[in-house]
């Protein structure tokens, strides 16, 4: 495994095993493709498209599927068939897949759902520990916890809170470590991970961006070496601890 950096500021490139075209390119979607919870501007769309008319493209990221249409899909003007066609969107860390079609309706191709008792014992651990923490806000930017259907995510700030006070809040990652561990032996029949910049997921175990990717694989046909994942964050509990070890990865900050 060797990994090659390019550093000219304020743009950090990283990439390993990159010696041959991709046959799938997969891109986290927050911090990557737009800044956490915005839409993707008018060059990323154009790119996005050029890409999918070449090559199949996967979105993979904690939000919900709404955030993907009001992020990405409403923002491809003019998409030809073709690429809509080669677009596969990974909604809540890959435990939901869709497929776009001609019209920019979206399929479901599965969905892996919590039980009620999954969510109601999720929702109560990640809020009585979040409290004891202290990382409970008073006065939050909307809902703090969300039920995502297959996946329950606490939000520090609130769902609305502006991408300034999300970066200032946890530049080092350690409050949502110690909640993630704070949290994750009261519920260990399911996966608690570090999502977003003020974020913890909630899941079901073994189904995250991992899961996601071996999913397109064994559904495409295309080898794990043959696909490229793009993500914002190496660091532990980052992308690429959560990305299939045998898929090639492109990182930047």
Request: aromatic fraction near 6%; include cysteine; charge should be negative.
């Amino acid at each position: 495994h060797r990994r090659l950096e390019l550093t000219a500021p304020p743009l950090q490139i990283t990439w390993s095993r990159m010696t041959t075209p991709p046959r799938l390119v997969a891109f986290d979607l927050d911090d990557t493709l737009a800044p956490s919870k915005t839409a993707i501007d008018a060059r990323m769309g154009t790119l996005l498209l050029e890409l999918a008319e070449r090559v199949p493209v996967c979105i993979i990221s904690g939000g919900q599927v709404q955030q993907f249409r009001a992020q990405v899909i409403e923002k491809l003007v003019d998409a030809s068939p073709t690429a809509l066609d080669a677009l596969h969107l990974m909604p809540t860390c890959g435990t939901q897949y869709y497929r776009v079609e001609a019209d920019a309706s979206l399929r479901t191709v599965y969905a892996h759902s919590l039980s009620d008792d999954e969510k109601t014992r999720a929702l109560a651990a990640v809020e009585s520990e979040a409290r004891e923490l202290g990382l409970w806000a008073t006065q939050p930017w909307g809902e703090i916890l969300e039920d995502r259907g297959s996946q329950i995510t606490f939000s520090a700030l609130g769902q609305s809170a502006p991408l300034e006070a999300k970066l200032a809040w946890d530049p080092t990652g350690e409050k949502k470590s110690a909640l993630r561990d704070a949290v994750a032996p009261r519920i260990p029949d399911l996966e608690v991970r570090s999502g977003g910049s003020t974020s913890i997921d909630i899941t079901h175990n073994g189904i995250d961006k991992a899961y996601g990717m071996t999913r397109r694989s064994e559904q495409t046909g295309i080898a794990l070496e043959d696909m490229h994942f793009v993500g914002d964050r190496l660091d532990e509990g980052g992308d690429l601890l959560r990305c299939p070890d045998d898929a090639r990865v492109l990182h930047f900050s």
